[in-house]
């Protein structure tokens, strides 16, 4: 495979195009947020109707999938020529500095200590395979440690792959609509598979390794990701179209926004419906969030500009932080600050988000973005 790929033939991004998928970027930290009241946050008193949200965390790791291969392949197409080795270390620099610094938090306040469920070895091995982010192959290790950095395991396995789909992609020429026929069918044989899976003879719950293999394997997520990389090849290869305002794009992006809630909010009625298993919490919505993340992009009107406010974006950049060091945090928290956040656990959760959120933002500042550039100066000597 070939290092540089030339992208010259496909049209340059405009500015209100790169600001809607600014947007995207705060719609990662709203997903990052969820994720943190999935963990630590569902026993909290909130009306009837609100309670469906606080158990969306799998469902959001989803979109994190989704909107990675979206992202990925927009941020590649726009430039002139396309490095594996550069890329491979844009990718490195980006996620392992923060990442290593939570795994050694997490190591530090979990090593040898069992969940309570009985479930989790945080022992060396385990610490061996989440230093190497290939903990979500090995069950029953993708909870090791840093609970949440399984889908970094995950991300890591897209991350090697994507230059594979990406050369595919360019030297075939494949239109938009025949990539996503095959994308889409894609995503219906591992749903079947998953479903087919969840079978008394096979699924034996959680925790066990059948749990392990049909909600945290990689190849089970591949899916998402390449929905997201079709996504982004449609909206490469159709940015004119892209550049839409008035009524009927904001009806698309409103009526996407209504549908992707809808979905998330009903889930138990779908269930019931369906007449197969179906398996939510592994890249199941990634087929709905690839339709809300387009319409975003397609929609130019004042929701999507109000989301390109440079706070936001600030929030969303630091939505990886957020992500990876949820859990390191709540170990310190819980060790040094629980007794001064408050009496009641929506004081105390609510001191715990606020300062994690805050420590995100730091870290994106003071230790992301330094990392990211010293480790692209190493690469480059």
């Known amino acids: 495979m070939p290092g540089i790929i030339n992208c010259g033939l496909f049209p340059p991004l405009r500015k209100t195009t790169a600001m809607r998928i600014e947007a995207l970027t705060f719609f990662r930290f709203l997903a990052a947020v ?37 992202v990925l392949m927009v941020s590649s197409s726009r430039k002139k020529s396309f490095s594996t080795r550069r890329y491979l270390q844009a990718r490195f620099a980006r996620i392992y500095p923060v990442y290593l610094v939570a795994l050694f938090v997490a190591t530090a306040l979990s090593y040898g200590k069992i969940y309570n469920w009985g479930y989790g070895v945080n022992n060396l091995k385990a610490f061996f395979l989440n230093l190497t ?5 090995v069950p029953p290790y993708p909870l090791s440690l840093n609970d949440p950095a399984w889908s970094l395991s995950v991300e890591a396995f897209f ?8 050369f595919a992609i360019r030297s075939s020429e494949i239109s938009g609509r025949r990539l996503a026929a095959w994308a889409l069918c894609l995503y219906v044989i591992t749903q079947l598979i998953l479903s087919h899976y969840m079978s008394p003879q096979f699924y034996k719950g959680f925790p066990s390794a059948s749990h392990d293999l ?7 997520h591949f899916c998402s990701f390449v929905l997201g990389v079709t996504g982004g090849h449609i909206f490469i290869q159709n940015s004119e179209k892209f550049q839409q305002k008035g009524g009927l794009p904001f009806a698309v992006f409103l009526t996407a926004l209504l549908l992707t809630f809808a979905s998330l909010q009903f889930q138990p009625q779908i269930d019931r419906w369906s007449s197969i298993p179906l398996v939510f919490d592994a890249s199941f919505y990634s087929l709905i969030f690839i339709v809300f993340i387009m319409a975003v992009a397609y929609s130019d009107n004042f929701l999507t500009r109000a989301f390109s406010w440079a706070p936001f974006v600030v929030l969303g950049n630091s939505s990886y932080a957020l992500y990876i060091l949820q859990k390191p945090f709540n170990l310190v928290f819980h060790k ?6 408050g009496d009641t656990p929506s004081q105390q959760f609510s001191v715990y988000l606020i300062l994690l959120i805050l420590i995100s933002v730091a870290t994106y500042y003071l230790i992301e973005k330094p990392a990211k550039k010293l480790a692209m100066k190493l690469f480059s000597r």
């Open 214 to 220: 049909l909600y945290y394997f990689p190849l089970v």
């Open 336 to 341: 040094l600050l629980l007794p001064y956040s």
């Open 34 to 70: 969820a994720v943190v009241f999935f963990h630590f946050g569902r026993e909290l008193k909130v009306p009837e109707v609100m309670k469906p949200l606080l158990n969306l965390g799998p469902e959001m790791v989803t979109f994190f999938f989704a909107l990675s291969g979206f």
């Open 133 to 137: 982010l290939t903990q979500s192959w």
């Open 159 to 166: 991350y090697l792959s994507f230059p594979l789909l990406f």
